[in-house]
Structure formats: C-alpha cells, structure tokens
C-alpha cells in the first residue's frame, strides 16, 4: 500500500514561489507510475495541476504552465512542485497523488492527506 | 481544459438510489473510457471509487457503479447508506494529454 505525504510551508507571500515535496513511501518513485499534484481552494472543487513520470517527463494544465515546474528527486523517493508569482487565488489544499497510467487510464488511485497553502502578506 | 460539469448537490433516502451526471465533450469525457469518480469527506482526501468508467477498485462496495454514454458519465449509488454522504467528483483523461475535473456534487443523505 503506497503512501504519499505533502510538505512545505504553509504560508506563501505574493509574487513568491510555492514549493511543496511529496514523499512516497513503500513504493519507488521509479517504478512504471505517474505522479500528480491537484489542489483545493477551500470549499471549491478539485483541480489539476500537472503530472510527471519519474523520467522527467511532465504534463501540466495550460492555464498553470507558465508558472508551473515539477520535478523528482529518485534518491529520496520525491517528487516537487513548483508554482511562481502566486496571488491570493493560489490558495489551497495541494495534494499529491499516484496514477498508475496518464493516457491508458488517467485514475488517481492513491492520494497523499493533503497541506494548506495561504498566500498572504 | 474547461472544467466538467456536475450537479452542485444531490440527495436521496437510505435505502433509494442517486444518480450523478457528469457532462463533458468529445475531446474528454465522450473521447475516452477514462473516467473516474471520487468521493471526499469533509476534510479528508479524495478515495477513487470508480476508474474506466465503471470499474471498482477492491474494497469499494459494489452499490457504486458507473456508466457512460456520449458525452455525459454517470455515478449510481444504490441501497443510500449515511456514510455516502459526502462530495463526489468526476474526472477524465483529455485529448492534451490533461485531465479535468468536474465541479463537483454534494451529496446528501435525507
């Protein structure tokens, strides 16, 4: 059973960067899996944000990808996300998440409990 | 990569069935057997509950089903349990290698 934890602050100030770690334990970043990050402003609707493989390759929501970078660290069994020149509409809940395939499938079968993000000065 | 569109809320009474909507286009939803559903409880994570349309992952009881047809996917709960109240969300694979979802429907048991 994979487990996924989020970290990283939980208070951003504006036009700053929002970097958050997911760890997965009991299971390698490297195996044949996808992992994603989607987010949850407070009592709105689900998001997603982007999606990489352990290769590096990454897919990430048009409208967040200028401002979006994901990226794995395999000898810690992580993976980040990067979100710059956030504004007050950039918080959320942020979730990290497991896709066992993006084209053959696109589920989400494991999800980490989630960290709230603030953007506020 | 507009958003699906679901129901805001739903309900019914223990033991009746509810069915959930979630319309899409032909580049998502219609193009694919990529949906999926999942149910959060206030303050919790989302649990897949549903994946390629209908298929249930072990441990999820089988009064969920899911079905398709066109554009529009659809969540059956049968046999309402109280514990099923809580907020569902459809989601499928696009053509732009993305996935999308829908806004959402709270569900509630009468």
């Known amino acids: 059973q994979v487990h996924l934890q989020e970290s990283g602050p939980g208070l951003v100030m504006p036009s700053g960067t929002l970097s958050l770690t997911c760890t997965v334990s009991?299971?390698?970043?490297?195996?044949?899996?996808?992992w994603s990050w989607i987010r949850q402003p407070p009592g709105k609707g689900l998001e997603w944000i982007g999606t990489m493989y352990y290769s590096g390759a990454t897919y990430y929501k048009s409208s967040l990808k200028s401002r979006v970078t994901m990226s794995v660290v395999l000898s810690r069994n992580q993976f980040s996300l990067d979100l710059s020149s956030v504004t007050a509409a950039d918080t959320a809940i942020y979730y990290c998440?497991?896709?066992?395939?993006?084209?053959?499938?696109?589920?989400?079968?494991?999800w980490g409990h989630g960290v709230l993000v603030t953007v506020s000065s | 990569q507009s958003a699906l569109t679901q129901p805001p809320s739903a309900s019914g009474s223990p033991g009746q069935s509810v069915t959930i909507s979630c319309t899409g286009t032909s580049s998502d939803v219609g193009g694919y057997n990529y949906v999926s559903w999942y149910q959060q409880h206030p303050g919790k994570a989302p649990k897949l509950i549903i994946f390629e349309v209908s298929k249930r992952p072990s441990g999820v009881p089988d009064r969920f089903s899911g079905s398709k047809s066109g554009n529009t996917a659809s969540l059956t709960v049968s046999g309402l349990q109280g514990e099923d109240e809580a907020d569902y969300y459809c989601s499928s694979y696009g053509s732009t290698n993305n996935l999308v979802f829908g806004g959402g429907t709270s569900l509630t048991v009468l």
């Open positions: 009991d299971s390698s970043i490297s195996s044949p899996y996808y």
């Open positions: 998440a497991r896709l066992p395939s993006l084209r053959n499938g696109g589920y989400l079968d494991s």
